[in-house]
């Protein structure tokens, strides 16, 4: 399978950069949140000496995903570094809310950073900087020299960045968010985001904003004066006493959450952006990795995609049989529960279903439970008509 040639092919021949060559799409992939949103989604994982994988098992699975199904002629992965980063010097207590990663996802962080240089890709963060900016730096060179853009996230704070040539992708739903989906969740239009923002603020980084400003205020705020400098500087001729006072006693406070929320184009990004290339991993980095990473069933699918030759295994039509200390079934009895199921098989790409039943009678059967597995040895059983001993 070679996406390389598939993802030209499927362009415009008269698509052209400003160097002449053949216009092509750029996949900036949020890093950090895919690390994120993989280890929430999975259940708990860990390699045989014990390192928790269950965040790169998912990170790999999404971006080998994204590679496969999407149309990207080159990829590049961003990360956010420390958690200071300049907006601190601003705003001090930028973030300061956040609790730290949890214990078991610390040693993935590592672990994702060297997935991505196996898949053949640029891991790159930037001290002092957090990938949202390093996104918008790169967004801002690859439309210079006339790139498509694709944002893989979707995080509201890169909706700033959408507009002509510029798109996000939630990498879970694979649904491309343009002006309409922002317009949607913001209630106006991509360029006035940043504006929103500042009177709304964000509880999840500690952003001030306004207080009493929710998001639906401040577009209608936004949308009346065309721009936050305007409003503020008119915030006398507001007619609700309350709003008007809050606008007048917290002018310096929008314009700071303004600098936080707007998003940084000049950081001193390490790599050009006209060197990034598609996913083209090496047989045998990428290989070594997933088996270290005890990966198997991705390493076998990514194998089989892409003709390398596969090391003698069971015989054909047989899984390799778990070890009984790998083995890990669970019950699920929530809602909750299942939905992480549902979401790591969606993750993982596969699931295996199986159903119990009970006979009422020669031609019939009710349906009691239902199991799920996405890997050898990893199951789930989802009890649906059971009931308790007369009783209990």
Not at 99 to 110: G, I, R, S, T
Not at 146 to 151: E, P, S, Y
Not at 166 to 186: N, Q, T
Request: hydrophobic share 40%; glycine share 8%; aromatic share 6%.
């Amino acid at each position: 399978m070679d996406w390389e040639l598939a993802a030209v092919a499927a362009k415009a021949a008269t698509d052209e950069t400003k160097d002449g060559k053949p216009a092509r799409t750029l996949c900036l992939v949020d890093g950090s949140g895919f690390i994120f949103r993989a280890f929430h989604a999975l259940p708990p994982l860990t390699r045989a000496d014990g390192t928790p994988v269950n965040a790169v098992l998912g990170f790999c699975n999404m971006l080998y995903k994204l590679a496969r199904d999407y149309r990207c002629d080159a990829i590049a992965v961003l990360f956010d570094t420390a958690r200071v980063t300049f907006r601190n010097d601003i705003y001090p207590d930028y973030k300061a809310n956040r609790p730290e990663p949890p214990a078991e996802l610390v040693p993935q962080f590592p672990l994702v950073r060297e997935a991505t240089r196996a898949f053949g890709l640029p891991a790159i963060e930037v001290a002092g900087f957090e990938a949202d900016d390093l996104i918008a730096t790169y967004v801002r060179d690859a439309r210079a020299r006339g790139d498509r853009v694709t944002i893989v996230s979707s995080d509201k704070d890169l909706m700033q960045l959408v507009g002509d040539g510029v798109v996000m992708l939630d990498p879970i739903k694979m649904r491309e968010i343009g002006a309409d989906e922002v317009r949607e969740r913001f209630g106006v239009g991509p360029d006035k985001v940043i504006d929103v923002q500042a009177l709304a603020g964000d509880s999840t980084d500690n952003v001030p904003g306004v207080p009493g400003i929710g998001v639906k205020t401040a577009a209608q705020l936004i949308e009346a004066f065309g721009d936050l400098d305007t409003l503020l500087a008119r915030a006398g001729e507001i007619t609700q006493p309350k709003r008007r006072q809050t606008l007048l006693d917290n002018a310096e406070l929008a314009r700071t959450s303004r600098e936080l929320v707007t998003l940084r184009d000049d950081a001193p990004v390490p790599e050009p952006v006209a060197s990034f290339g598609p996913l083209d991993p090496e047989p045998e980095a990428l290989t070594a990795f997933l088996k270290a990473q005890e990966f198997k069933a991705l390493l076998a699918r990514i194998q089989a995609d892409l003709g390398w030759q596969a090391e003698a295994g069971p015989a054909p039509g047989r899984a390799p049989q778990p070890k009984a200390k790998d083995i890990a079934y669970e019950l699920v009895q929530s809602v909750d529960e299942l939905q992480r199921w549902a979401d790591a098989a969606v993750e993982a790409g596969r699931v295996a279903v199986d159903t119990e039943t009970t006979s009422l009678d020669a031609m019939r059967a009710k349906l009691v439970g239902v199991s799920l597995s996405i890997e050898p040895g990893r199951a789930c059983y989802v009890p649906l008509g059971h009931r308790p001993p007369d009783g209990e």
